[in-house]
């Protein structure tokens, strides 16, 4: 028999998932789990949404569709994205994807040779780094330092890995895991970086519209940066469409046109009658949307309210995102863990609470000493998230004072 493409040795996976099916176990066992670890959501699709995806299926609209998607969507997202971003865009600049996460790979597949270097950021979202590698690129992760209100980029950890072979970039503004979010200076400083050495940018603002307080900036509206730059958009966070799988790229338009063509070998079109949903998100109705930011906000401030009330855990509170990223590396030596899973494991046996940690978002790079996890709060209720806290206190206090072993 033969074996596997050897290149299978170089794929990655989306390690969340490894701890939601430990969670689901757990779960299924009798126990009570408090799902933190995975970025779904609960919240409902909006109904004028799903009522324009469920009459265009009833008007038949479930066969093949344009490659680059339906016009009206991409002209939708070109008109209310672009105007968002101020950026001016148009219909060619748009190319219907089947989610977010495809815009990672057909990225790369674009405009990375074997060999060529992709800066990525670690902790961050791992399929950048998985499809890098299956690609046969040169994965080149940099990091975050903590500050007062949150973290910053390494920014001599970017400059000391480009060299002639360094080709692309990756930059996730409202950062998944940390919640980080670029100053304007830091971004104007990574802008000019990608002119200088003549990167294309893969800008992923998947939580571009999960904002609490603030406006968020896209790197590509800035001088000399929208020829050089696609955006991965999609509908997943702002209108709770995670299952839905759409999506866009948002880039030069002799780029989109290689993206399209990807999208004939790839998966041939995005389902025809979920992009008339989209269309209805972008132009209909926003109140649903308005309904989920304020939930997932009032979440973030029970959470981090909590979370902060632990002795030994320091987090702090970003304006974008749903993730809290706290610092606990008093309570993980006070527990004398074995490792960040032995952590994570016992945490959940002993309480139900179910986190990732920062193992789950790329291999920690050599300088880093302090021990963090991350809490999604998207799928869970106050009420639960505030029973499950509770929990956690408890236990966690019982090191302090010395119940436990």
Known sequence: MNTFASRLGNLGTETAFAVSQDAAMFAAEGNKMYPFHLGDMDLKTPANIMDAATRAMQDGKTGYNPSAGLPLLRDAIAQVEGRARNL???VENVVIQPGGKPVISKFIQALMNAGDGVLYPNPGYPIYESQINYYGGNALPYGYLPVENGFVIDREAVEAQITDT???LIYNNYQNPIGAESD????????????????????????FHIRYEGESESIAALPGMKDRTVILYTFSKTYGMTGWRLGAAIGPAHLMQ???KLNVNDESCTNHFIQYGGIEALTGD??????????????RDVLALQLNSIEGVDCTIPDSTFYLFPDVTELYHRMEADSYEDFRSRVLRETGVSFCTREHFGTPLENEDRKYIRFAYSGITVDELTEGLEKLKAYWKSFEIGELV
């Open 184 to 207: 304007m200076d830091e971004m104007e400083w990574l802008a000019e970086l990608a002119q200088k050495h003549d990167l294309w940018v893969l800008s992923d603002e998947a939580y």
């Open 286 to 299: 926003q109140s649903g949307a308005e309904y989920i930011l304020r939930e997932l906000k009032r979440r």
């Open 166 to 168: 360094t080709k692309l």
């Open 258 to 260: 290689v993206f399209a």
């Open 88 to 90: 001016s865009l148009a």
